[in-house]
């Protein structure tokens, strides 16, 4: 099973400002599967970017992720209000999925 | 517009049992995986279990092998999870999620339902 493993564990972050999200994983990922969350309180999950780059329908593009093999990265370009929220990385295609513990973009 | 709505959940005694069901529609269920995701109280994402389409394959986290089972009912668009041999650590909000087209994973998502188990 890959461990992923997300740093910061909190981000404190202007509204403006740009973030960058780190995930890393135990062992390399195939095929770069390997996909970021949003999640606000009381809400469910929402999927971002998967294939580690590619945006999901509707996100804008200030969200982008990059990365290969071990080490993912999201960056949101220019923080919007909306945008302050906890992260995930997950890691799916096997026979066994898993997700990062969060980093938690708050506002400064 | 796709929609996914679990039911089932509660209070439940550890050692006891609890069936959660998902209902889809606004898509072709019997086309995509679906799986179930928990959240404990202010903790993160945790994935419990995956099923193929036409249900012919299952796979589960460690921590729930032996003890859940997943199914699905293609002719009803429904989802569930039976869940046996409850613990405290069980407690969570699970979520029914869609697998998405191609190398798309969890596209939509529930709202979830709360189990709670305690005595």
């Known amino acids: 099973e890959i461990v992923l493993t997300q740093s910061p564990g909190t981000l404190s972050l202007s509204p403006g400002e740009r973030a960058t999200l780190s995930c890393r994983a135990s062992q390399s990922v195939s095929r770069n599967y390997l996909a970021w969350y949003q999640q606000k309180p009381g809400q469910a999950p929402r999927l971002l970017i998967y294939d580690a780059s590619s945006r999901a329908t509707d996100i804008p593009d200030r969200f982008s992720g990059s990365g290969s093999g071990t080490d993912f990265t999201l960056t949101i370009s220019r923080l919007e209000p909306e945008d302050f929220a906890v992260y995930y990385c997950h890691h799916y295609g096997s026979s066994t999925w898993t997700f990062g513990q969060g980093t938690n973009v708050e506002i400064k | 517009e796709v929609q996914l709505v679990e039911s089932g959940g509660g209070l439940v005694q550890p050692g006891g049992s609890l069936r959660l069901s998902c209902a889809a529609s606004?898509?072709?269920?019997?086309?995509?995986?679906m799986h179930w995701v928990r959240q404990a109280p202010g903790e993160g994402l945790v994935w419990v279990s995956r099923?193929?389409?036409?249900?012919?394959?299952?796979s589960y986290a460690d921590s729930v092998k032996g003890r859940f089972t997943i199914s699905r009912d293609n002719a009803k668009n429904t989802l569930f999870l039976q869940m046996n041999t409850l613990r405290a650590d069980d407690t969570a909000v699970y979520f029914c999620v869609r697998d998405g087209a191609a190398t798309i994973p969890l596209d939509y998502w529930g709202l979830g339902t709360l189990v709670i188990v305690s005595s």
């Open positions: 099923i193929q389409s036409d249900g012919s394959s299952t």
């Open positions: 606004g898509f072709t269920f019997r086309s995509n995986a």
